[in-house]
Nanobody, 126 residues
Framework: QVQLVESGGGLVQDGGSLRLSCATS????????MGWYRQAPGKRRELVAS???????NYADSVKGRFTISRDNAKNLVHLQMNSLKPEDTAVYYC????????????????????WGPGTQVTVSS
């Protein structure tokens, strides 16, 4: 099983910056992609940015040009640099890891599985 822990959230003013970090541990060998999701109250969880094991990145249109996802393989860390933050960016941000087919404990997942961190709150004031 993959364990994920987010950090770096907080309160920032409109136009400010924050850097989120996700620490990974456990069965990380078969992680094929990682991403950042966010969920605002009353809203669905949405993908913000992702990065594959090969280094390819993808961003939601709403954050393109403002957010940057990166990884530090040596330290098993994934970061999300958030610049020019807007009030609409306010949400709980979750780290996600997609693991390829294999065992999660004693259960076999033929289609792989997702792991999630507990989330970190990002609040952008007007």
């Amino acid at each position: 099983q993959v364990q994920l822990v987010e950090s770096g959230g907080g309160l920032v003013q409109d136009g400010g910056s924050l850097r989120l970090s996700c620490a990974t541990s456990g069965s990380t060998l078969r992680i094929e992609a990682m991403g950042w999701y966010r969920q605002a109250p009353g809203k669905r969880r949405e993908l913000v940015a992702s990065i594959t094991s090969g280094g390819s990145t993808n961003y939601a249109d709403s954050v393109k040009g403002r957010f940057t996802i990166s990884r530090d393989n040596a330290k098993n860390l994934v970061h999300l640099q958030m610049n020019s933050l807007k009030p609409e960016d306010t949400a709980v941000y979750y780290c996600n890891a997609r693991t390829s087919a294999g065992y999660r404990g004693s259960i076999y997942y033929p289609n792989g599985y997702d792991s999630w961190g507990p989330g970190t709150q990002v609040t952008v004031s007007s």
